[in-house]
């Protein structure tokens, strides 16, 4: 299995622009997670969804995030407009439930500047 | 709510040290307990869990008891290798908590040769 797989590997942007990570999670998995690392707050889960939908999403920073889950192989998170806070390892995580127990399955992560 | 506390890093050692990393949670019921690791430039992979009381997780010579009268879940190895320098999350998931993860801040190891 290919595992998780995250684009871009890398980002540089200005402030103010757009910016739209993707993820295309382990085939068969139902859950799948937004996670964001930085030094200050650590590892921060943003968003997850089962079954392409979105469960919980009180860890969105704000309006300017955005994911969206359209089907089971593919989601993406978007920031618009980017600011320079926003600068952080973004990884996507899937997992499926077997029984009472489930593993996440980390991507690489994208890391992202914002200048 | 849920909440893990490791010990504070970073842990500097020789080749073939033994290791502990201590990690306490809080959590009502009876959560599961990880140890996940991050290499450098890579996400965070699985190392060990251990899913209800007594239970020993173990993988790759690293180990870690689910204590439920202590909520700890300390990790130990007990000769460790240049390869194992990495940072260490333990995390939880609650009963309660759906599919949510709660993780430590995450320790740096260092072993040098």
């Known amino acids: 299995d290919a595992g998780v797989i995250q684009s871009p590997r890398h980002e540089v942007t200005e402030m103010g622009q757009e910016v739209t990570l993707r993820c295309k999670p382990i085939?068969?998995?139902?859950?799948l997670f937004w996670y964001r690392q930085t030094m200050m707050r650590g590892l921060e889960l943003l968003i997850y969804?089962?079954?392409?939908?979105?469960?919980?999403d009180s860890g969105m920073p704000e309006d300017r995030f955005s994911a969206k889950m359209p089907n089971a192989s593919f989601s993406t998170l978007k920031i618009q407009p980017s600011e320079p806070r926003d600068s952080a390892v973004y990884f996507c995580?899937?997992?499926?439930?077997?029984?009472?127990?489930?593993?996440?399955?980390f991507g690489p992560g994208t890391r992202l500047l914002v200048l | 709510g849920d909440s893990v506390t490791q010990m504070e890093g970073p842990v500097t050692l020789s080749e073939e040290a033994f290791l502990t990393i201590n990690c306490t949670y809080t959590?009502?019921?009876?959560?599961?307990l990880f140890w996940y690791v991050q290499y450098p430039g890579e996400g965070l992979q699985l190392l060990l869990k251990?899913?209800?009381?007594?239970d020993k997780g173990s993988n790759k010579g690293f180990e870690a008891t689910y204590r439920k009268e202590t909520t700890s879940f300390h990790l130990e190895k007990g000769s460790v290798q240049v390869s194992d320098s990495a940072v260490y999350f333990c995390?939880?998931?609650?009963?309660?908590?759906?599919?949510?993860?709660?993780f430590g801040e995450g320790t740096q190891l260092t072993v040098n040769p």
């Open positions: 995580a899937s997992s499926a439930l077997q029984g009472r127990y489930e593993t996440q399955y």
């Open positions: 085939s068969g998995h139902d859950y």
């Open positions: 969804f089962n079954n392409n939908v979105p469960i919980d």
């Open positions: 959590a009502t019921g009876y959560p599961s």
């Open positions: 251990a899913t209800k009381a007594d």
């Open positions: 995390a939880l998931k609650g009963e309660t908590s759906g599919s949510r993860l709660t």
